[in-house]
């Protein structure tokens, strides 16, 4: 077993560029020539500021206007057999990180430390030429992503059964279907063995079903102890599948540490209203003159608003309402659809009371809890719907008012994978089993499994 | 993953006998890194074998359009140069003539030009995936020397059909060859590294190309420039390659004063090629 060996080291990793000076640059040889003319040396000097920043005052204080930092002082260690998530907005970054670490591009100051051999997927089927067949095109391929040819003869067969396209391995690849490229060209990927693995959202291919492959083999690779960087924008397939995350904003690190931690830190960074809305002027809450809703929440059992619910916790929703006359009844529900559009379910208030009214005129909070160890992991909307009549127009009746998004931490302590499997279905809910012996016809009571004794 | 007291803190078996590589902003200098092309070479391969291939997918005529380019120049200016203009060609029969010139300058036409397109043609590999940035010129260099190989045909066809009997001096032809090779090699190198600056140089290439065309003797013979401009005249690296060439194939004697000026600007080419090439390339996907 390894010591704590470093496998990839970031120090004060920056990386700037010149903005919109490129296409200025981009000229003609009789157009360059007489600006040559003009000012021999501006044009060139012009042209080597495109690569070259000795001019900028690395503290980052009173930049030029026209540099852009796409990473500043980034600066990070990862160990041998770690698997790290990087997330973050559009822009922040997370590309550039892997272009430096894959030595596509220099950095502008700062070092990177790596030990091995790095492979790199920051595209899927880089490479690949339409008049050449599939079998032609995994070694072209392969060879690309630093595979030797021996390794691809002998994984070949391999490669080819997880793709899928094995029928049509010898037709060129301009017949395949999108499908096809796609999965023949992570199929290739998926078998590299590189000490350490950078990977830029190419899970995003396919259906379901290969989906679910790519990332079940994303989890073999991580067990054989190789170093994986993992840059998506999936939160489930991180905190599925990279224990610590890196949370990257503006081209700085903004938070490191366990994924699960992080994630919350980034959708509430990011999208900070979206577990609670707030209407805090009365005429113009959702409503007419009979009932407005004034604010909704997603909340945790100790009160807290939350954008990331644990799987294994209950979630409540509140909605906060005013009602401006006085009403015999009053029927309050919401539907929860998921990230696809489909209705998980829909609950409503008289589920579990019959109290409909009569309601005085005021403000009411009304909160409903959904049990833990019951919603699926993802993304989950909420639609609110006040009535008084069934059918008729509702008073109110909006639509993904808050949302929230269901993870399962990678912990150690809690759901491991062996004992808690990502599944299919819309809800995953977590049953009482009970298993009895029964041979000889002796009825023998075996011990029932209980969820909790699994799930601490 | 713990370890126990009893072991070394520093075991060789362990990973941490793997050393660690530096990635910087202003690395420490070398021309070329033999080993890393050495890792890769199983890449060269399939890079220059796709090169090869996809030419001539799809075509009827398939690899013998490698025959046909060649064949049509050697005709065409048998006719212009051959019979109308009757260009001097020192007694040999002018289709003997313009073959010997005209199959090696068709690899170096074709070569120079795919050459210098290529880092432009690769930008999309340049951003997305890393190796080694000289694979992307030497390709071309190292895929049309199969063309070259197929139109040698028509070489030993011309050959055979005048009777001409081979010599001693044969035994330089694979050093032709790679002199041959050396050239588009050089300029390949500066105009790729240049053409991501300077987009006109894609327009400008048939213009050098047909201009290179006229400064060696393909069409005409090398006796014809006079006497005192000959040095100059052999600086131009190609002149050397085409009358080696000739002299070799048709065991005329060797005219190394046409050779070594050449020579020398070849070599010249080549390493300073490399140099700026060098230099760029670690910045081309910034500035491309």
């Given at each position: 077993m390894h010591n704590s060996t470093i496998s990839i080291k970031a120090e004060q990793l920056s990386k700037c560029y010149r903005l919109g000076l490129k296409e200025d640059l981009h000229d003609t040889f009789g157009v360059s020539l007489l600006n040559f003319l003009k000012a021999p040396l501006a044009n060139y000097r012009k042209y080597r500021s495109l690569y070259n920043f000795?001019?900028?005052n690395l503290d980052k204080k009173d930049a030029p206007s026209d540099i852009t930092w796409a990473l500043k002082d980034v600066s990070f260690e990862v160990k041998v057999g770690e698997v790290v998530g990087i997330i973050g907005v559009n822009g922040a970054g997370k590309s550039t990180l892997l272009k430096i670490l894959s030595r596509i591009t220099p950095p502008t100051s700062g070092k990177a430390f790596i030990r091995g051999k790095v492979s790199s997927l920051l595209e899927v089927g880089t490479g690949f030429h339409p008049d050449l067949t599939g079998r032609e095109n995994v070694y072209l391929n392969g060879t690309i992503l630093g595979m030797r040819k021996k390794e691809i003869d002998r994984k070949f067969d391999e490669i080819v059964d997880f793709s899928g396209v094995e029928r049509f391995i010898d037709t060129p690849v301009k017949r395949y279907s999108s499908g096809m490229k796609a999965r023949l060209a992570f199929a290739v990927a998926a078998h590299l063995e590189p000490e350490i693995l950078l990977i830029d959202e190419v899970l995003a291919v396919g259906d379901a079903r290969f989906q679910k492959k790519c990332i079940n083999k994303m989890q073999d690779v991580s067990q054989q102890g190789r170093t994986v960087l993992f840059v998506s924008h999936n939160m489930p397939s991180i905190t599925r599948l990279c224990p610590r995350t890196i949370l990257l904003n503006a081209g700085g690190v903004l938070a490191d540490g366990p994924s699960h931690d992080v994630v919350n830190v980034y959708m509430h960074h990011e999208k900070s209203s979206k577990a609670e809305r707030e209407w805090p002027d009365l005429d113009r809450a959702p409503g007419d003159d009979v009932v407005r809703l004034c604010a909704m929440r997603v909340k945790t059992k100790d009160g807290h608003v939350t954008e990331t619910v644990d799987i294994r916790q209950p979630v409540g929703i509140e909605m906060e309402y005013e009602v401006l006359q006085p009403q015999k009844r009053l029927f309050i529900y919401f539907h929860v659809v998921n990230e696809e559009g489909i209705e998980v379910f829909q609950s409503f208030q008289?589920?579990?009371?019959?109290?409909?009214?009569p309601f005085k005129p005021g403000r009411y909070v009304s909160t409903a809890w959904i049990p833990g160890n019951f919603l699926g992991e993802g993304v989950l909307f909420i639609s609110p719907t006040m009535r008084t009549h069934f059918p008729g127009t509702p008073h109110v009746r909006e639509k993904d008012v808050v949302a929230f998004q269901v993870v399962a931490s990678v912990d150690s302590d809690s759901l491991s994978a062996e004992f808690f499997p990502k599944r299919g279905g819309v809800v995953w809910p977590l049953l009482q089993w009970e298993t009895e012996c029964r041979t000889n016809g002796n009825y023998v009571a075996a011990k029932t499994l209980s969820a909790e004794k699994i799930v601490k | 993953m713990m370890t126990s007291?009893?072991?070394?803190?520093?075991?060789?078996?362990?990973?941490?006998?793997?050393p660690m590589s530096v990635i910087e902003a202003k690395p420490p200098w070398h021309l070329i890194d033999v080993k890393e092309l050495k890792e890769y070479r199983d890449l060269f391969f399939f890079l220059v074998w796709r090169d090869f291939k996809v030419l001539y997918a799809q075509t009827i005529l398939g690899f013998s359009w490698a025959l046909i380019n060649p064949l049509i120049q050697i005709v065409m200016f048998t006719i212009i140069?051959?019979?109308?203009?009757?260009?001097?060609?020192?007694?040999?029969?002018y289709v003997l003539f313009s073959s010997v010139a005209i199959i090696p300058w068709t690899y170096m036409a074709a070569s120079m030009t795919q050459s210098s397109q290529s880092l432009i043609q690769g930008q999309t590999m340049l951003g997305k995936v890393y190796f080694p940035r000289l694979l992307f010129p030497l390709t071309p260099i190292l895929s049309r020397t199969v063309d070259f190989g197929i139109s040698i045909v028509i070489l030993f066809c011309v050959m055979v059909y005048f009777g001409v009997s081979p010599t001693w001096n044969l035994v330089l032809f694979p050093f032709f060859v790679l002199y041959m090779m050396a050239i588009p090699c050089g300029i390949g190198l500066w105009l790729s590294s240049l053409a991501i600056r300077f987009r006109d140089v894609k327009q400008a290439m048939p213009f050098f190309i047909q201009m290179l065309m006229y400064t060696a003797p393909i069409v005409y013979s090398a006796s014809s420039i006079p006497e005192h401009y000959r040095i100059l005249y052999s600086l131009n690296p190609i002149v050397g390659v085409i009358e080696g060439f000739r002299a070799c194939v048709l065991g005329l004697p060797m005219p190394w004063m046409y050779i070594w000026p050449g020579m020398l600007m070849a070599a010249l080419l080549l390493i300073s090629g490399a140099f700026y090439f060098k230099r760029m390339e670690r910045v081309v996907v910034d500035v491309i």
């Open positions: 000795d001019d900028v008289t589920d579990s009371s019959h109290q409909i009214g | 007291s009893l072991e070394p803190l520093t075991d060789r078996s362990q990973p941490n006998a793997v140069f051959g019979n109308i203009a009757n260009v001097s060609t020192d007694g040999i029969p």
